[in-house]
């Protein structure tokens, strides 16, 4: 794969993007290097995606990063795919090989299992691992969970349909079962990830009171100031291990610019950066 190093302009697109601290992580990223890199935000109504996303390459953009509600689209628009974006026929990661050769990558997947494993030394293998939502970052996510062997996965959404239709998809790769949040088993998952956007406007998913105990490790793929909605409601179901999504932001966007740059950053004083803000 051809490699863009050094200056070069980067965009994140997104509908809605102004509260992305991408920008920021990435100027952190680029200081380690002494690279000098451009990373804007660039907010794309889903109409006009397509349209941006070949201007921007035709004008010389060196990458971009793609979030809600484009990733999918994004997968359709590039000419290549990693293994792991066309799994998850979702990308969140695009490289320019030439002006007319789009590459696509998703690297949530990693992002979060580098998170949950290395950073916060949780073993997902052998669990009972509950996942929340099946939109975007569910798919993203999926096979690489399941490549930790957990024991059983469970995908609960709002709308049932949607996580049924994700267990017919990705049911090769193990276990898994679907169901709306009320069916979930009243009783203590290992791991509970929270992949739905209920808490961006400060909502649970209404979730069996003792789906998480004690020793639940309880993940908000969710992020920001303070505690989330998630992590509150975990803490009150006496949950002692709940996290926000910084770590997973983190590092799926150093696997990014990994992709762009040919160098991984370390993440570990840019997580302490974001803490600090
Ligand atoms: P998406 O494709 O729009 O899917 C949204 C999901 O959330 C769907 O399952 C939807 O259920 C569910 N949902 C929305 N509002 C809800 C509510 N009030 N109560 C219960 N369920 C609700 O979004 P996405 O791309 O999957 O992103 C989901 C979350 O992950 C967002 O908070 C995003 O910021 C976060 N994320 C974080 C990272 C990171 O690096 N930390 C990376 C990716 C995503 P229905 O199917 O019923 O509509």
């Known amino acids: 794969m051809t490699m863009t190093s050094g200056p070069g302009r980067y965009v994140l697109f997104g509908h809605p993007v102004s509260h992305s601290w991408s920008p920021f992580i990435h100027g952190l990223f680029a200081r380690q290097f002494d690279?000098?890199?451009?990373?804007?935000l660039v907010d794309t109504a889903p109409g006009q995606f397509r349209h941006a996303?070949?201007?921007?390459?035709?004008?010389?953009?060196?990458?971009?990063?793609?979030?809600?509600?484009?990733?999918?689209?994004?997968?359709?628009?590039?000419?290549?795919?990693?293994?792991?974006?066309?799994?998850?026929?979702?990308?969140?990661?695009?490289?320019?090989?030439?002006?007319?050769?789009?590459?696509?990558?998703?690297t949530d997947g990693v992002g979060l299992v580098t998170d949950l494993t290395r950073n916060l030394g949780?073993?997902?293998?052998?669990?009972?691992?509950?996942?929340?939502?099946?939109?975007?970052?569910?798919?993203?996510?999926?096979?690489?969970?399941?490549?930790?062997e957990p024991r059983e996965v469970r995908i609960a959404n709002r709308t049932p349909e949607r996580a049924k239709a994700l267990r017919d998809e990705f049911s090769d790769l193990g276990e898994i079962s679907a169901s709306g949040f009320d069916e979930v088993e009243d009783r203590p998952w290992d791991v509970v990830i929270n992949a739905t956007a209920a808490s961006l406007a400060g909502e649970m998913p209404e979730l069996p009171p003792r789906a998480v105990g004690r020793d639940s490790v309880c993940y908000d793929m969710a992020y920001g100031r303070g505690d989330t909605a998630f992590m509150r409601w975990a803490a009150g179901r006496g949950s002692t291990r709940a996290h926000?999504?910084?770590?997973?932001?983190?590092?799926?966007?150093?696997?990014?610019?990994l992709l762009w740059h040919?160098?991984?950053?370390?993440?570990?004083s840019v997580m302490g950066a974001l803490e600090r803000l």
């Open 244 to 257: 926000k999504g910084w770590g997973m932001l983190v590092e799926q966007a150093a696997e990014s610019y």
């Open 53 to 106: 996303v070949i201007e921007f390459f035709v004008q010389g953009g060196a990458g971009a990063n793609v979030t809600l509600p484009h990733k999918p689209a994004a997968a359709e628009i590039v000419n290549d795919l990693s293994a792991r974006a066309e799994r998850a026929r979702a990308v969140n990661t695009i490289v320019r090989r030439s002006a007319t050769e789009l590459y696509g990558e998703n």
């Open 262 to 268: 040919g160098v991984r950053p370390a993440t570990k």
């Open 35 to 40: 690279h000098v890199v451009d990373y804007k």
């Open 122 to 148: 949780v073993t997902v293998t052998g669990t009972r691992l509950l996942i929340l939502g099946a939109g975007g970052a569910t798919r993203g996510v999926l096979a690489p969970l399941l490549e930790q």
